[in-house]
């Protein structure tokens, strides 16, 4: 993905900005980071730190990457927002406008697809604990595919539908057995997973299922992990479901990696989709219908994370504390992420500068959320950026601390307009009694 450069302090101090940042972000002439050509210090500015940035552009030109190409590739076929990714008011309404379908994975965000836009008949609900209340809220908005993770599962929903006098369409998780090179807690292909059904006892449930008067079995899911950086995994879950028979629907799942850091180069949306429609081809029987539910990489590399340096401190390391953390971003503590770094209100060429870890505000040792990073003289009041933050960022933020979580704000064409706002101190307290 081509960003631009911009010339920041002579010819020898050019910078070209990773394709890690978001489409069409830039170093203006004044040597500030841009996104959605809005310069980063006046949106710091205008709207305080930590704050969320998101280039709107970029994730309209991802989900047509995917809704187009997957089109272009197989007629009968569906792109599905893993919504867990960004469960946020604004990004629904964005992909909803986009063509995209959704998957949730709560009552709750199914309340958020349904607040953002999204055709209840095409929003399928997840999850390996779905409670009673969450299934007659998702048969209640008209919700057009459940997704069935266990036999208890499959009991649950077959009471709630007929406690309405209704049939339900719904699809069958099956764990493959096949795990992509991942963390392992973002791992959920195994056989021995909380997830779905193994191949061992897929068989079993689908019989389970087709005695039932009020589900309908149209097809089976998989999806075996997520920030996974090869291709080979997924064409072989693909022909692991070929051996359980011909179904109307085969949701194909996602996981597919991006770039967090400068030398990562996941494979292309294209390659991705190309693979997955090849192997359901070589292998899948008839010309079923084809779903995919990117997440990830739909939208983590849309949005930069903004701080605000508070201190430095020079012992055996140089610590530059910033005014967020993991109330903000739990991903390098909960997974060892590694992000990327700069001073958004002076970007230099890249690997220029003094070794840092640049660590959050809270009160833990662990609260660090990039080690080993270059920043040219840090001090207090610059302007720090971790790009690829628009997945899991806003979703995972908390109130360790009691922290208000960020603002989520839009950018596109130099304008900039607030969709989230940040918390306040009273919100803190407004569920108390």
């Excluded at 469960?87 to 998957?103: K, W």
Aim: proline content about 4%; glycine content about 10%.
């Amino acid at each position: 993905m081509a960003t631009s450069a911009a010339r920041v302090h002579g010819e020898a101090d050019r910078y070209q900005l990773s394709h890690v940042y978001p489409l069409g972000s830039r170093i203006n002439e004044r040597g500030h980071l841009e996104i959605g050509g809005c310069d980063s210090v006046e949106l710091a500015a205008q709207f305080g730190t930590p704050a969320f940035i998101v280039a709107e552009e970029d994730l309209r030109a991802r989900a047509r990457a995917y809704r187009e190409g997957l089109a272009a590739r197989h007629h009968d076929s569906d792109v599905l927002f893993a919504s867990k990714a960004f469960p946020c008011t604004a990004v629904y309404r964005l992909l909803a406008q986009e063509g995209l379908a959704c998957d949730v994975a709560s009552g709750g965000e199914l309340a958020l697809a349904l607040a953002g836009g999204f055709d209840p008949a095409r929003i399928y609900l997840h999850g390996n604990a779905k409670s009673e209340d969450e299934l007659r809220e998702a048969l209640a908005a008209g919700v057009g595919h459940v997704v069935l993770d266990s036999t208890d599962d499959i009991r649950r929903l077959e009471r709630v539908a007929a406690a309405r006098a209704s049939t339900q369409e719904v699809l069958l998780r099956v764990t493959p057995g096949i795990a992509g090179d991942t963390h392992a807690a973002i791992s959920t292909g195994q056989a021995d997973s909380k997830f779905g059904f193994s191949m061992a006892q897929a068989r079993a449930a689908i019989d389970l299922v087709a005695a039932c008067g009020h589900l309908r079995l149209v097809g089976l899911h998989c999806h075996i992990g997520s920030q996974l950086l090869e291709l080979e995994p997924f064409t072989r879950a693909v022909a692991a479901l070929a051996t359980l028979g011909a179904f109307e629907v085969y949701n194909l799942g996602g996981g597919l990696g991006v770039a967090y850091l400068d030398s990562q180069q996941p494979p292309s949306v294209s390659a991705y989709l190309g693979a997955l429609i090849d192997a359901a081809r070589a292998t899948l029987p008839g010309t079923p219908r084809l779903l995919v539910e990117p997440g990830r990489s739909l939208v983590a590399n849309s949005t930069v994370t903004l701080y605000t340096v508070q201190t430095v401190k020079r012992n055996i390391s140089t610590w530059v504390a910033v005014d967020g953390g993991m109330s903000d971003n739990l991903r390098p503590m909960l997974y060892g992420a590694r992000y990327e770094a700069a001073l958004a209100n002076r970007m230099q060429r890249t690997g220029a500068g003094e070794l840092c870890h640049v660590a959050g505000k809270h009160c833990e040792s662990g609260d660090v959320i990039v080690r080993d990073v270059r920043l040219p003289d840090p001090r207090p009041g610059d302007l720090v950026v971790t790009p690829a933050t628009g997945a899991y960022g806003h979703a995972m933020a908390n109130n360790y601390n009691g922290v208000p979580r960020p603002p989520v704000i839009f950018c596109a064409r130099g304008d900039a307009r607030l969709v989230v706002r940040r918390e306040t101190y009273a919100d803190l307290m407004s569920r108390d009694v």
